[in-house]
């Protein structure tokens, strides 16, 4: 995968449509019979179809000592039920409605069906498709959970170095659209605290051969990042993410894959022969208040002097709490942007839905995802606590991952609620 210099462009012809939701014709809101759009995308509108989820799931998976999630990456619904990738174990789990193992595929191993890093699962047509982050390859199960086959990606296009990650975002078509991100700072010496924004690399791979139909890139997170040297000759090096910061985000539906930046709601959606339109949005700007800053500013120092000593030890300093004076050291003059970005997230939902999520301000306890159709009307507004990590979305159900008492990773449904 080529990170260098200016985005690489698609080898297909690209078609791009720039829409502004104040310009069309047709109303932006569904039921809405005239007047001016909203013009906060998050606000309720004229005959919405608002809902919230229930205060506690109706199943939790993760629990049970006879089926525990050891290291859980990601999990999709399912047919009537849900797939799980349990990463440590190399195993998909196929659970029914009621949370009842349905089958389990996968082992440790370089053989057909096995795995050395399972990092990803998604849906696609009437199966599954998993990634081996590893091996560079997907594999195609069948409805039952069943090896079906395997598609190994063109080596050339992707980057093997181990500073840098590459995840499936999900299936789509003939298929996959695959995220690359950079770990670390970038350059060779010892370097002041500085504002770094190391590109986001992305890629729609072909599954019936690994072909790439579509590189390209977008501006990755906002950190404020060092390097430094260490007496014993090594070096220390990483950053913390700028308050209120942009980043780069994606989502996948069963048609689309789509990608855009949190700096504005402007989304390229690409269908899976690499075509693109583009679709913007007006979004009111809120200024960042003082008091949202020092909240975030206190909250991550306390985090950093809470910091617990583990037992490994490098250069004869203990590695968790070096890092966390290193960090400490950065947060002294962390900058916070002046406005808070256009949005936080996106998923694409077993509903068919592109959902985007609201970027909350730090004293906020509910956030707003919105439901958009492949026409771009808004369909569903949908609130829920801020701290529930989202996976996935169907008609009537979320799809949450948490943690337990004992920091257990657990799978969460939680009802649809008006």
Excluded at 103 to 132: K, M
Excluded at 390 to 411: C, H, M, P, W, Y
Aim: charged share 25%.
């Amino acid at each position: 995968m080529r990170l260098a210099g200016p985005p690489p462009k698609p080898a297909l012809a690209v078609s791009c449509l720039l829409l502004c939701a104040a310009c069309l014709d047709e109303p932006s809101d569904p039921k809405a019979t005239g007047g001016a759009a909203v013009a906060d995308l998050f606000a309720p509108w004229p005959g919405d179809e608002s809902f919230r989820i229930a205060a506690e799931p109706s199943l939790v998976v993760g629990l049970d000592e006879s089926l525990p999630l050891d290291g859980n990456i990601g999990a999709v619904f399912f047919g009537d039920g849900i797939a799980i990738a349990n990463r440590l174990s190399r195993e998909v789990l196929i659970l029914d409605a009621a949370g009842g193992l349905v089958s389990r595929q996968g082992r440790r191993g370089e053989g057909p069906g096995d795995y050395i890093n399972l990092s990803g699962i998604a849906r696609h047509a009437d199966g599954l498709i998993t990634w081996d982050s590893n091996r560079f390859r997907l594999t195609l199960l069948d409805a039952s959970g069943g090896y079906v086959g395997d598609t190994r990606v063109n080596p050339n296009a992707m980057s093997v170095s181990s500073s840098r990650i590459v995840m499936m975002v999900g299936a789509f078509g003939n298929s996959v659209l695959l995220e690359t991100s950079e770990m670390g700072f970038p350059g060779p010496k010892a370097v002041r605290p500085m504002e770094i924004r190391q590109p986001v690399a992305y890629e729609i791979v072909r599954l019936s051969d690994g072909e790439v139909v579509f590189e390209g890139t977008r501006p990755g997170e906002e950190e404020w990042a060092a390097r430094e040297a260490l007496s014993d000759g090594g070096q220390r090096h990483g950053g913390l993410p700028v308050i209120f910061g942009r980043t780069a985000v994606s989502a996948v539906t069963d048609r689309y894959a789509y990608l855009a930046t949190t700096d504005s709601i402007a989304i390229t959606r690409y269908d899976d022969a690499g075509t693109a339109a583009e679709r913007s949005f007006e979004q009111p700007r809120e200024s960042a208040e003082e008091a949202w800053v020092r909240f975030v500013r206190d909250t991550l120092r306390a985090n950093f002097e809470g910091t617990e000593p583990g037992k490994i030890v490098i250069g004869g300093r203990n590695f968790l709490l070096s890092i966390a004076e290193f960090h400490l050291r950065l947060l002294e003059d962390l900058p916070a942007r002046p406005t808070l970005p256009g949005f936080s997230d996106m998923k694409g939902g077993a509903d068919g839905l592109l959902w985007i999520r609201e970027y909350p301000d730090p004293l906020q306890d509910h956030v707003i995802w919105v439901g958009f159709s492949e026409a771009w009307e808004r369909r569903k507004r949908l609130a829920m606590p801020v701290s529930l990590h989202v996976l996935d979305f169907s008609d009537d159900q979320v799809l949450v991952r948490a943690k337990g008492a004992l920091d257990e990773t657990l799978i969460e449904v939680y009802p649809i609620e008006h």
